[in-house]
């Protein structure tokens, strides 16, 4: 494949870890990815499969978390439900505002257990998280932590995590 940027080099492939900042979660790492690079002028190309399966295991890894969820963490499930922040304060019966400060680094409110536990459920129903109620009484107990998914890999079967930490 000859590069799309500069015309001139021939694209080499490798499988790397990349860092998934797009997610909008810090530290998100997926494992074994092609990533295509220019010899000539470095465009890398990087190619994600299944797309709509790894938000999906992101997704299940967040609801299952026994940590409370972190701002970034909130995002993504808003986002996963492909709400607006205005839809979810509508779902949640809470006013918009609320929603942006559970989002927010500027003037950040901690989201309160009852709302946590409502969106990991909406999420859980709608994505049909598996064995969330086995657990259910465990999630968002202990105090924020940020929960690093370090490791992600796609296999045939779909996407699955590899290994995960509390930093």
Same mark, same amino acid.
């Given at each position: 494949m000859i590069c799309p940027d500069? @015309? /001139?080099?021939? $694209?080499?492939?490798?499988?790397? *870890?990349?860092?998934?900042?797009e997610s909008g979660l810090p530290n998100l790492v997926l494992k074994d990815v092609s990533v295509r690079k220019c010899p000539e002028c470095g &465009?890398?190309?990087?190619?994600?499969? %299944?797309l709509a399966g790894l938000h999906r295991c992101i997704a299940v890894n967040l609801v299952n978390k026994p940590e409370r969820l972190m701002r970034p963490e909130i995002t993504f499930l808003r986002k996963s439900l492909g709400w607006s922040k205005a839809d979810c304060a509508r779902k949640l019966h809470v006013r918009p505002e609320q929603v942006s400060r559970w989002e927010s680094n500027v003037s950040p409110v901690p989201m309160q257990v009852q709302n946590? !536990?409502? !969106? @990991?459920? !909406?999420? *859980?129903?709608?994505?049909?998280? #598996?064995?969330?109620? %086995? &657990?259910? #009484?465990?999630?968002?107990?202990?105090?924020? *932590? /940020?929960?690093?998914?370090? *490791? $992600? @890999? &796609?296999? @045939?079967?779909?996407? #699955?995590?590899?290994?995960?930490?509390?930093?």
């Open positions: 500069c @015309r /001139q080099g021939v $694209m080499t492939e490798n499988r790397e *870890a990349i860092r998934y900042s &465009h890398r190309l990087v190619s994600i499969p %299944d946590e !536990l409502l !969106l @990991r459920a !909406l999420v *859980a129903l709608g994505q049909q998280v #598996e064995n969330y109620q %086995d &657990h259910l #009484e465990e999630i968002a107990t202990v105090e924020p *932590a /940020q929960s690093r998914i370090v *490791a $992600m @890999r &796609h296999v @045939r079967k779909g996407w #699955e995590t590899l290994l995960k930490e509390v930093a």
